[in-house]
């Protein structure tokens, strides 16, 4: 009798597993930025959201070694790189969804249709106006002129952001001419390069140097912590670099199918539904990014930046180029 | 003896393979040469890499000595006011990850944080302020955080030796200190040496920390290989080369420390009374480093901690916190078995080839663990890819047998940590003198009622030991959780990883605080243990 | 003038009672002295006082004209020139049989160390040995080792801690004979601690019998046995029973055994209540002897036989017997009495 009970309990369990749709996903985006959005999926929707969250090296590392057995469907970045990495490692799957084309811009999106970007990570300049004017500033190559010596800083260059930086001014101006701008920044170091733009923009703030190249939203989440009255006197200032050129330097979160899922249709769903408006402030507001989908207004820190001009080479190129900016960089003497 | 020579190693082998397997995944990317990495590598990364870690390797090795003998003697020889509970709170700093020591030293001690803009607002300067962010730094903060493993089995040593062997030498005519130099430090060089591999193989694998510096090892340039230039296989070849150097170091302790039997006695301890400047110079000495290692360290976490506590503690942390309780005691408990039967194998069957098996199975501790973890992973996934065209004939229907199982989850981290337990057992046996065993046999003990009647119950001490130092370590480790953990299977590590890779240190704080409180206890129970 | 004064010392151990109390006794250059008790009666304590471990609370140590240790003020150990072989050895695991040997000759110069080590180790009859490590080594042969080491730098006075303790019966004998052997050789002066008076015995010229950290009697091995002080000393050294017994007169006392007659050794009344010592060589085996004593447990002890025999009147004594007489238990045999020292105490 016993017996009977718990094979009866376990085949219910069993027909639970097998009747309710599940999306898997492996993610190095963290779990705390794009839980609430699976939440609000499975609310929606029904369809359960499975997440590991990793680093992306580990994923991809994974995904290969599970080949066809993988359960994942879908893969989340928060960068280009990586998505791009996995996409030439044969590990992504093609696909071809109006809404998304729709909702997201070209050069955020892979030209082989492998991935898509979901937010908008823009890395530009933080400068302390007591230090040094917004007039004095204007575009990152600039920064390498001797006039900035022991003014900048610099976040690593083990960071992939830098490294899809320098990969897009590999794109614009080849190598030999990014290699004097990046040597020229090594020059100009005010001090040894951090480890993270957090640190950066408060060593802006406190005056060990005056201009630094930052991702935006690490600037966001330090205002965000001010009383809104505070945030207007803070010391490290936001500028637009390269408006009169090319553009900001953008880097995007983004996502791909993998090409041995096991719920295309499902991971394609959920890809479409964060490309959405329901879910583009989500995604994007929750860490004061930008949404990849420019139809959605940005959160109220994010927007008080103002609007600003994108650099609209394709973010294939940042993952294409990013074995040469590393290498270059090297060469350079940037840590 | 030479007869079974073979029979320990073939014995052991199926513990070493849990190490050697993913060692050799490892190794195998050497069937893919990559000559442009290794061009470029080899001129513009390699030369300093190198030299930084050899500056760590010396900086650490030699900042640990410094610190965990001079405090082992002081708390286990002699006696000056506070010794009782600083001989155990300067234990604490091992409950202390080395990436949070380094996040909360550098926020404290860099230009931005409280110290030098105090020292800014009063006077105005604070430019003469050491760099934190600097190789001194880097081995500050590693030698603060890795110190309590030499402590702890120096401490061993010279509880052991009493004050015996130091009054032998000054009746020979040595003064206090010239007998400490020659006869009680060179008695307790197997622990020391013990405890210096231990923080060596920490210093090399240790990614966390050098990284919140920029300081560029070994490591940052496997990491460099694999995450930036995406070559995991030329990763992995670099830390081959790293388990090489390794190997050759385990070896060369195993030739330095050579065929010397230490057979300790306990000696009812009768300790050195400190007087004059020396008591308050001895209390200040220990209370200063553990004020560095650990006290601030901690304040900081706690005012971190409060800042995010409304926000961010939820349940949920009662899951993280019992999860990261549960795994770390069972691989503890796990390891320790596994290494347990590695030091009995070794004595059964002493030969040189055992020996080497079981050093063999001890290498993954020096290994990067996201490397390890990758060469654990893959061989498992290979094994799922097999079983599961059978499983799914039988009717299964998920993706994942072995993977994302707890139980492989177990062995993996039991490949990383088989050293941790290994040492102080090993440690242990060596105080079981061959007479003792023949006193057994003697008494008609069979080799299995040895084991059973003699050597278990000597190794109980250094049985806690392992269990307890692994339980601290499993707590802290991050990778090889990461990458074999079931879904949604979140640890209070893997909430730190959550928190730290998106630089958000404040709130990175609070499950750090957490792993701290819960190793407190096994780190507590571990020095009243050595009393 | 001695070569040691340990005058009136006194050590207590931190808040705890005096371990030792008003302990005083000289040593003569040359001589072998051993401190005899139970354990816990502060003979090793005494032991490390001149050693220079253990401060005094009152009293004085000198050593030839030195003064070595007054309240307050003591010279370190290392500088006493005074040697030490520890109960457990306390040899040093890393270094060789040489290495630990030549430990304390830093003074000399290299060729004369080795010189030194190899003439301590021939000493001690090891000399082959210098290259092993101290756990390839015999528990005698460590213990050579230790009292090599301790001797090599010729050390004013050497102190022994309950040195063959570790060592089985037989080697305790032999060693202790052997070990004396090399200290006359050397001419060393020495103190032995132990609580084994057949060590004692075989070592010493000179043995302290300690209790609660006094002296109770300091004289040659042969006074101790002979002429104890005190009911504690007759007790402690050698085997022997007291019998009660009755002053019968000026000169005479009377016990079971008979009337023996011989200079009082106490001054009391006559009649007075008296307790004597018989020890087992003062009872003779002698089979035409009228006294019969019935055997209750017998000893071999190679050349004689230790019985114990009952008296008719339950008492018991002990005898020493020739082992050619060999008597089976519950046999009567012929006894008589052959005291040459008379030992009594008062009840």
Redesign the interface.
Request: hydrophobic share 45%; glycine share 10%.
């Given at each position: 009798m016993k017996r009977l009970t718990l094979s009866v309990l376990a085949m219910s369990l069993l027909a639970g597993w097998a009747h309710a749709e599940t999306v898997t996903v492996y993610s190095s985006r963290n779990e705390q930025l794009i839980k609430p959005l699976f939440d609000a999926y499975t609310k929606e929707t029904g369809v359960e959201v499975k997440v590991l969250t990793d680093k992306e090296g580990p994923l991809l590392a994974r995904l290969q070694a599970e080949g066809s057995n993988t359960p994942a469907d879908m893969l989340i970045t928060v960068d280009a790189g990586n998505l791009w990495q996995a996409s030439n490692m044969g590990l992504l799957k093609t696909f071809n969804s109006k809404v998304v084309n729709e909702n997201i811009p070209a050069h955020l999106r892979d030209p082989r249709g492998q991935w898509t970007g979901l937010s908008v990570r823009a890395r530009t300049m933080v400068y302390n106006p007591s230090l040094i004017k917004a007039e004095q500033l204007s575009t990152y190559e600039d920064l390498a002129d001797p006039k900035f010596k022991g003014k900048l800083c610099l976040r690593t260059s083990k960071k992939v952001y830098n490294q899809s930086l320098v990969g897009m001014m590999i794109a614009q101006h080849g190598e030999a001419k990014t290699e004097q701008v990046v040597r020229g920044w090594v020059a100009n170091l005010a001090t040894d390069v951090f480890a993270d733009d957090t640190k950066l923009i408060e060593a802006v703030a406190a005056g060990q140097c005056a201009v630094g190249i930052v991702n935006t939203y690490y600037l966001g989440r330090i205002l965000d912590k001010l009383p809104a009255d505070k945030r207007e006197a803070y010391p490290a200032k936001l500028f637009w670099a390269n408006q009169k050129t090319n553009g900001v330097h953008v880097n995007i979160s983004g996502a791909g199918i993998t090409r041995f899922a096991k719920n295309e249709a499902g991971a394609l769903k959920l890809i479409e539904w964060l490309s959405s408006d329901k879910a583009q402030n989500l995604y994007a507001d929750k860490d004061l990014e930008f949404p990849a989908n420019p139809k959605i207004k940005a959160d109220v820190i994010v927007s008080s930046w103002g609007p600003f001009k994108q650099n609209l080479i394709n973010m294939a190129k940042a993952g294409e180029l990013q074995g040469k900016a590393v290498q270059l960089m090297d060469r350079a003497g940037y840590k | 003896m030479s007869k079974h020579s073979w029979r320990g190693a073939v014995l052991a082998l199926p513990i070493a393979l849990l190490t050697l397997i993913p060692l050799l995944v490892v190794l195998a990317s050497f069937l893919h040469p990559q000559p442009e990495i290794w061009a470029h590598l080899g001129q513009y990364v390699l030369p300093d890499v190198l030299r930084n870690t050899a500056i760590l390797l010396f900086g650490v090795g030699f900042g640990v000595l410094l610190l965990g003998v001079p405090l082992a003697w002081l708390t286990a020889v002699c006696e000056f006011p506070g010794r009782r509970w600083l001989s155990w709170a300067l234990m604490l700093p091992l409950a202390m990850p080395a990436y949070v020591l380094a996040f909360v030293q550098v926020g404290l001690l860099d230009f931005t944080g409280p110290v030098q803009t105090l020292l800014r607002e009063l006077t105005g300067d604070s430019s003469w302020f050491p760099r934190i962010r600097s190789t001194g730094g880097v081995v500050l903060v590693l030698t603060l955080a890795f110190y309590p493993y030499v402590y702890l089995l120096a401490r061993n040593a010279f509880l052991t030796q009493g004050k015996?062997?130091l009054?032998?030498?000054?009746?020979?005519?040595?003064?206090?200190p010239?007998?400490f130099w020659?006869?009680a430090l060179?008695?307790a060089?197997p622990w020391l040496i013990g405890g210096l591999t231990l923080a060596l193989m920490e210093t090399l694998a240790d990614f966390g920390t050098v990284s919140v510096f920029n300081f560029d090892t070994f490591t940052t340039a496997i990491y460099k290989s694999w995450f930036s230039l995406f070559n995991l296989t030329a990763a992995s070849q670099l830390a081959s080369l790293l388990v090489l150097f390794v190997l050759v170091l385990v070896l060369v302790e195993q030739r330095a420390r050579g065929?010397?039997?230490?057979?300790g006695?306990i000696?009812a301890a009768e300790r050195i009374v400190l007087t004059g400047w020396a008591r308050p110079a001895a209390t200040l000495f220990c209370l200063a480093v553990l004020a560095m290692a650990f006290v601030i360290p901690l304040l900081q976490l706690l005012v971190w901690a409060y800042s995010v506590l409304a926000t961010d503690l939820d349940a949920r942390y009662w899951g993280f916190t019992l999860r990261s309780m549960l795994i770390s005691l069972a691989a503890a408990l796990v390891v320790s078995v596994l290494a347990l039967v590695l030091v009995l194998l070794q004595r059964h069957y002493a030969s040189r080839a055992t020996r080497l098996t079981v050093q063999l199975a001890t290498l993954g501790y020096a290994v990067p663990g996201t490397v390890l973890a990758v060469g654990v992973f893959v061989p498992i996934a290979w094994l799922d890819n097999l079983l599961l065209p059978y499983a799914h004939a039988l009717g299964y229907e998920g993706f994942q047998i072995l993977k994302g199982s707890v139980a492989v989850m177990l062995l993996a981290l039991g490949a990383r940590f088989m050293a941790v337990a290994f040492q102080p057992l090993e440690s242990a046996m060596q105080r079981v003198?061959r007479n003792q065993e023949d006193a057994a046999r003697s008494l008609g003990l069979s080799n299995r009622q040895l084991t059973w009647r003699l050597h278990l119950p000597m190794l109980r001490g250094g049985a806690l030991t392992a269990v307890l130092m692994c339980f601290v370590d499993v707590m802290k480790e991050m990778p090889i959780t990461l990458m074999t953990r079931p879904f949604g299977w979140e640890t209070l590590a893997v909430r730190v990883f959550e928190m730290t890779s998106e630089g958000m240190w404040a709130n990175a704080a609070l499950p750090s605080l957490m792993i701290v409180l819960t190793g407190l206890l096994p780190v507590i129970l571990l020095v009243r243990k050595a009393e | 003038m001695p070569l040691l004064i340990v005058n009136q010392i006194a050590i207590e151990f931190a808040g705890a009672r005096r371990v030792v109390d008003g302990l005083s006794f000289a040593l003569e250059a040359g001589e072998i002295a051993c401190l005899l008790g139970a354990s816990g009666c502060g003979k090793t304590t005494v032991l490390r006082s001149i050693?220079?471990?253990e401060a005094l609370q009152a009293g004085e140590i000198h050593l030839q004209t030195q003064l070595l240790s007054v309240p307050g003020v003591q010279l370190?150990?290392?500088q006493r020139g005074?040697?030490?072989v520890?109960q457990?050895y306390?040899?040093?695991?890393?270094?060789t049989v040489a290495q630990n040997v030549g430990?304390?000759l830093?003074?000399l110069t290299k060729p004369e160390q080795a010189r030194r080590v190899a003439e301590m180790l021939d000493l001690v009859g090891l000399g082959e040995l210098g290259g092993r490590?101290i756990?390839e080594l015999s528990g005698g042969q460590q213990q050579r080792v230790a009292l090599a080491?301790?001797l090599a730098?010729q050390p004013r006075l050497l102190?022994l801690d309950e040195p063959f303790s570790n060592l089985d019966v037989e080697l305790r004998e032999r060693l202790g004979q052997e070990v004396r052997q090399i200290l006359k050789a050397t001419g060393t002066t020495a103190i032995l601690v132990t609580h084994d008076q057949r060590e004692a015995f075989a070592m010493a010229d000179q043995i302290g019998v300690m209790s609660e950290g006094r002296i109770r009697q300091w004289g040659t091995p042969y006074d101790l046995y002979h002429q104890p002080v005190d009911r504690f000393v007759a007790n402690f050294i050698g085997e022997g029973v007291l019998l009660p017994a009755r002053l019968t007169g000026p000169q005479c006392i009377e016990f079971e055994l008979g009337e023996l007659c011989r200079t009082a050794p106490v001054e009391c009344g006559i009649g007075a209540e008296l307790e004597i010592l018989i020890r087992p060589d003062d009872i003779q085996h002698n089979d035409r002897s009228p006294l019969q004593a019935k055997v209750v447990a017998k000893a071999f002890r190679g050349a004689q036989f230790l019985y114990t025999l009952a008296l008719p009147s339950g008492q018991q004594v002990l005898s020493l017997v020739p082992s050619h007489h060999n008597h089976a238990l519950g046999e009567l045999i012929g006894i008589e009495l052959e005291v040459e020292h008379l030992i009594v105490f008062r009840k």
């Open positions: - | 015996r062997a009054e032998a030498a000054q009746m020979l005519g040595y003064s206090r010239a007998g020659k006869v060179p008695m060089r065929a010397r039997a230490y057979h006695r000696v003198s | 050693a220079g471990f370190p150990p290392q005074i040697g030490m520890f457990d306390a040899l040093f695991p890393h270094l430990f304390g830093r003074s490590y756990h080491r301790a730098p102190l």
